[in-house]
Nanobody
Framework: QVQLVESGGGLVQAGGSLRLSCVASESTFSLNAMGWYRQAPGKQRELVAV???????NYVNSVKGRFTISRDNAKNTVYLQMNSLKFEDTAVYYC???????????WGQGTQVTVSS
């Protein structure tokens, strides 16, 4: 079973930065699009950023210009660089395989990001 292990979260002041990492134990990692998702308290999980197998990226409007998704296929790792963090970015962040019909893998434990205002 493929495992997803997220890390890099923490407590940061508004305006600060964090870099999240996600390692996937998947032999076909380089062939798949990957996404970062987040779930804030009392809200549904939402897709934040996507990177295709070829490196193309897309972002939800609320993070455009502040977040950058990237990947290192040699390390089976996808990253999320988060700059100019806002209080409303507070959430548990997860990565997953991005595909039509919804995330393709079982969820990992996520990593908590807390932004103090």
């Amino acid at each position: 079973q493929v495992q997803l292990v997220e890390s890099g979260g923490g407590l940061v002041q508004a305006g600060g930065s964090l870099r999240l990492s996600c390692v996937a134990s998947e032999s076909t990692f380089s062939l798949n699009a990957m996404g970062w998702y987040r779930q804030a308290p009392g809200k549904q999980r939402e897709l934040v950023a996507v990177i295709s197998s070829g490196g193309s990226t897309n972002y939800v409007n609320s993070v455009k210009g502040r977040f950058t998704i990237s990947r290192d296929n040699a390390k089976n790792t996808v990253y999320l660089q988060m700059n100019s963090l806002k209080f409303e970015d507070t959430a548990v962040y997860y990565c997953n395989r991005y595909q039509v019909g919804g995330p393709g893998l079982s969820w990992g434990q996520g990593t908590q990001v807390t932004v103090s205002s």
